[in-house]
């Protein structure tokens, strides 16, 4: 099971367990960690990104990316597509798998928890204010900047990172745009962290879940993999 595909999914599958289960320890009633605040979410989520790349690598995938807009990005830097197909069915299909494992990490939390929208929120991302024109914007900034910084941190110019440092300083840059850009939408900045949990809040019998938010999906998935085309357009001038 040491393939490209493989290593994607697993290493989304544990992004999402660790990230998902962090919001859901933060928002769910009666979690120990209730009200433990943004700052612990954003965390949770550095964390998680840190181990789901050192989770991909070691299931095979020497990318690691996780994430859709990120392998778009480096499609068209390198101006090879060849991994698009394989790399987002994984992603996606990892993400889905992580949300239902955080379900049922959560399970008895779910009936005592009434706030619909709390639910919803360990799944998947909403925005602060609607405004899908300013929140499209948001989340391409964010992913912009998550592309620019992930080239940064592994370029020749930055002088080189030392062996296994490298998920460690994304993780670092994914906890920097969450605490500075992040409070717009949640910041998906990655299609398959929030399309899959999503399907899986709207197909799993959780109590009282109410609506998954269709009407908001595209935001989270269209604008990243924007910012990740513009931010492949200029890694690519850039190298």
Do not use: C
Not at 48 to 58: D, Q, R, S, Y
Not at 60 to 74: E, I, K, M, Q, W
């Amino acid at each position: 099971m040491l393939t490209p595909f493989w290593g994607e999914f697993f290493g989304t599958m544990v992004l999402i367990i660790l990230g998902s289960g962090v919001v859901a320890g933060v928002l769910l009633e009666k979690s120990k960690a209730q009200n433990a605040g943004w700052v612990v979410i954003t965390a949770g989520w550095a964390f998680a990104v840190t181990l789901g790349v050192f989770t991909a690598k070691t299931f095979g995938s020497p990318d690691a990316h996780l994430n859709p807009a990120v392998t778009l990005a480096f499609a068209i830097k390198s101006g090879s597509f060849d991994n698009l197909p394989i790399y987002f069915a994984a992603q996606f299909a990892g993400a889905f798998v992580g949300a239902i494992v955080t379900y049922l990490q959560y399970l008895p939390h779910w009936a005592e928890t009434k706030n619909a929208e709390l639910k919803l929120a360990v799944f998947s991302t909403n925005p602060a204010i609607r405004h899908p024109i300013a929140n499209s914007i948001s989340e391409t900034f964010g992913t912009l900047v998550l592309i620019i910084g992930i080239y940064a941190i592994f370029s020749r110019g930055s002088g080189g990172v030392t062996a296994g440092m490298g998920p460690f300083l994304v993780g670092i840059l994914v906890w920097a745009i969450g605490l500075s850009m992040g409070g717009t939408t949640g910041y998906a900045i990655n299609p398959a962290r929030d399309l899959g949990p999503r399907l899986a809040h709207a197909i799993l019998p959780i109590a009282g879940k109410g609506h998954s938010d269709w009407k908001y999906s595209w935001v989270p998935v269209i604008a990243p993999l924007i910012g990740g085309a513009i931010g492949g357009l200029l890694i690519r001038i850039a190298g």
